[in-house]
């Protein structure tokens, strides 16, 4: 009797424990940068470092009145999604990188978030990214944000490749900015 007790106990915890776990929900973060080549940094050398200081890791969040949040992450960490796709279109852009360059420039993500709001019939997406590129040429530096926000409504329920469609779209206009900004090319020397 006793051990039976203790097996429906252990029983009711692991579908307890399976029943409050949900499935691991991902997104596809894939920015293309499309800014073209040109030498605009001029063959400059620079160190160039990323980094995330989001608190989590997810980039869509879907709030529900009295239900828990569904929360999305990319396939693989942001940080890595931004190096791969800004490394080579600045490198196409003139810039070299080289680990003992005198220029530092880091990427430092703030914010990247895609935020819904679902009501019943309706629901509201709010957009925000936000990176901080600091930029040490040896005798200054300069810190320059590049923001992007945006807002969608529809009906009825968010649909998830809609969402990932938009923060790709956003994603890959806040990186070509920071490419073409005309302030980093002329600060770093």
Do not use: W
Not at 105 to 113: G, R
Request: with cysteine; hydrophobic share 45%.
């Amino acid at each position: 009797m006793k051990s039976s007790i203790i097996k429906l106990l252990l029983l009711s915890a692991t579908n307890l424990l399976f029943a409050c776990s949900a499935p691991i929900k991902q997104v596809i973060v894939s920015p293309e940068i499309n800014v073209g080549s040109s030498d605009a940094f001029q063959q400059k050398q620079v160190q160039l470092r990323f980094s995330d200081l989001r608190r989590s890791n997810h980039v869509v969040q879907i709030l529900r009145a009295g239900e828990a949040t569904q929360l999305y992450s990319p396939q693989q960490r942001i940080v890595d999604i931004v190096s791969t796709a800004l490394t080579p279109a600045l490198i196409a852009n003139g810039l070299k990188i080289q680990p003992l360059a005198v220029n530092q420039v880091d990427v430092i993500i703030d914010n990247a978030l895609v935020s819904v709001q679902q009501q019943l019939l309706k629901y509201s997406a709010s957009n925000q990214m936000s990176f901080r590129v600091i930029v040490n040429n040896g005798k200054n530096t300069l810190t320059k944000t590049f923001k992007i926000t945006g807002t969608s409504n529809g009906p009825l329920k968010a649909d998830l490749a809609v969402l990932e469609r938009d923060f790709n779209q956003q994603l890959t206009k806040l990186l070509s900015q920071i490419v073409q900004s005309e302030e980093l090319q002329q600060f770093i020397q």
